[in-house]
């Protein structure tokens, strides 16, 4: 018998017509729907919580019915076939030796721009599984992407983790002017020292560039003698959402420390609760507090600058 924990919670990407199939199921359970950021919905039922997020759809299940749930409900009901515990089988890509390479702060005004990149092979990739390693996207709670990236580490997992601060991310960005071409720089280096590594592994998998080609003209010279995956949807990957985790620590600690070194919480994303805090800043530094702090390359640098310069 397994000793195995059951997951936390379990993510599954879904078609928006498998999206209002689920909502239509959920409500004929009677589960209270709540209306929640970047989300479809979000429902709490009787013994777990499923919330249905815009960008896929995908649908993260949590709670201690999660798996009840799974087979009776959300696989014959609304998937149409079973999938759950069947992943080495459906999908055995996920368990071969390969790298997950993912970033975080890309959309967001203050803070770097983080890229991570995560070895896995059979063993890892379910190690990590049992840890309940998923899509940083979909979890909300701080505290849970830091006990995620401290399993990771634990295991001891090969990673590594590139982080391009403001001062220096505005710097690239006056030179290069492009934001794919400095990621496409940051994951470059990443697959780089991944192989380093594990020199003997045979492919790296990132989300889907625009164009291609961009990332393909930046690898570096150990990085150009693997094969590179880019596909739409790739944190459903072990390595791919291992490295999300790990970019997403290192980009919220990073905002953490410097808010406290500035005196002023700094928000994520680019909202007017954002603008508010850089008009603070501003008060209280400078102008100049933007270059070390945010990205300057944003419409949101020339509309705080505007409202702070209207002030004087």
Known sequence: MSSAKPPHSHT???????????????????????????????????????????????AVIQGRGLEDFITL???????????????????????EPHFGIDESGKGDFFGPLVVAGVYVDEGIAKTLKAAGVQDSKAISSDARIRQLAAAIRQARVPASVVTIAPPRYNELHRKIGN???????????????????????PRALSDKFADARVLERALMEKGRNIHLDQRTKAESDYAVAAASILARERFINWMDEKGTALGVELPRGASARVQ?????????????????????????????????????
Request: glycine letters at 8%; aromatic letters at 8%; a negative charge.
């Open 276 to 312: 508010t805090a850089a008009v603070e800043l501003m008060r209280k530094s400078g102008e100049n507090v933007l270059e070390e702090c945010a990205k300057t390359h944003f419409k949101t640098a020339g509309e705080v600058l505007s409202r702070f310069r209207g002030e004087k």
């Open 179 to 201: 934001v794919n071409r400095m990621l496409a720089w940051g994951h470059a280096r990443v697959i780089e020292d991944l192989c380093g590594l594990c020199p003997e592994c």
């Open 73 to 95: 409900v959300l696989e014959p009901r609304v998937l149409g076939e079973a999938r759950y515990g069947y992943e080495e089988v459906l999908s055995p890509e996920l368990y």
């Open 12 to 58: 599954v990407q879904i078609t928006p017509e498998q999206a209002e199939a689920l909502r239509g199921v959920l409500a004929a359970d009677g589960c209270e729907f709540e209306e929640r950021p970047y989300m479809m919905y979000f429902a709490r039922c009787a013994k777990v919580t499923v919330a249905v997020y815009e960008k896929g759809p995908k």
